[in-house]
C-alpha cells in the first residue's frame, strides 16, 4: 500500500528553465513533507521541507507548494542547473512519527 | 560527507552465507533506521531504533536481524538470505521525530 506516490519516473528540463516536479500522498494523517535529493553511488540527502501549516516553502532556487486539501505537493527547481540532475524523492511523516513514507522517486535530467 | 558512515559499500554473497552490514553516526543523533531500496521502487523503512531500542519492524523477513549496541551503531546481520533480497541497504539517522533524516552512501548487496 503505498501512501506516497510520485507518478513521473522522469522529467527532462532544459538548463535555464524551471523543473516541476510532483507528489501525491494518500494518508491524511501526514503533517510533514521532505523532499530528498539523490546522485547515483550516494545516500540521499536533505533538500527541503514543509509543514502542513504552511503552504509554500522556499529555499534558494527551491521551492515547495503544499495543497492539502487536494493532498499533492509539488518541488520546483528554478533556474534548474546542470548539477540539479538527480532522483528526487517525495517523503511525508505523521507528527511525533520516525517513519517517513517515501515516493519512488523522479529522475531530473538537465540538458545543457 | 553525510556523518552516516556505511560498510562495506558492496557486498556480494551465496545464499548460505551470513555476513553483516555496519552503519556508524557521528552526529549525535538519538534514531537510526534501515531502509531498503530496489529499483524502482520506494525506499521501503526496515526497522527503526530509537535510544537504542527498537520501536520498527515493518514486518521484516527474520533472515534479517538488526542489532544497535549504543545509538551510535547500528548493524543488520543477514543469514540465508534469497536474491531477491539484492537492493540497496541504507542506513540512516535522525535527532529526535525531525523527519529529516541523514542518509550514509548505502551498501549495495547481491545475493548469488
Known amino acids: 500500500d503505498q501512501q506516497v506516490k510520485q507518478n513521473s519516473p522522469s522529467l527532462s528540463v532544459q538548463e535555464g528553465r524551471i523543473s516541476i516536479l510532483n507528489c501525491d500522498y494518500t494518508?491524511?494523517?501526514?503533517?510533514?513533507f521532505l523532499w530528498y535529493k539523490k546522485y547515483p553511488a550516494e545516500g540521499p540527502t536533505f533538500l527541503i521541507s514543509?509543514?502542513?501549516?504552511?503552504d509554500k516553502n522556499e529555499d534558494g532556487r527551491f521551492t515547495v507548494f503544499l495543497n492539502k486539501s487536494a493532498k499533492h505537493l509539488s518541488l520546483h527547481i528554478v533556474p534548474s542547473q546542470p548539477g540539479d540532475s538527480a532522483v528526487y524523492f517525495c517523503?511525508?511523516?505523521?507528527?511525533?512519527?520516525?517513519?517517513?513514507?517515501f515516493g519512488a522517486g523522479t529522475t531530473v535530467t538537465v540538458r545543457a | 560527507e553525510t556523518g552516516v558512515t556505511q560498510t562495506p559499500r558492496h557486498l556480494v554473497m551465496g545464499m548460505t552465507n551470513k555476513k553483516s552490514l555496519k552503519c556508524e553516526q557521528h552526529l549525535g543523533h538519538n534514531a537510526m533506521y534501515w531502509y531498503k531500496q530496489s529499483a524502482k521502487k520506494p525506499l521501503e523503512l526496515m526497522f527503526v531504533?530509537?535510544?537504542?531500542?527498537?520501536?520498527e519492524n515493518n514486518s521484516v523477513p527474520s533472515r534479517f536481524s538488526p542489532e544497535c549496541p549504543n545509538s551510535s551503531h547500528l548493524f543488520l546481520h543477514l543469514h540465508t538470505l534469497q536474491p531477491e533480497d539484492s537492493a540497496l541497504y541504507l542506513c540512516a539517522s535522525s535527532q529526535d521525530n525531525t523527519g529529516e533524516l541523514f542518509f550514509g552512501e548505502g551498501s549495495r548487496l547481491t545475493v548469488l
Open positions: 494518508n491524511s494523517m501526514f503533517d510533514y
Open positions: 531504533y530509537n535510544f537504542k531500542e527498537q520501536t
Open positions: 514543509i509543514s502542513s501549516i504552511k
Open positions: 517523503a511525508a511523516s505523521g507528527s511525533n512519527d520516525y517513519k517517513l513514507s
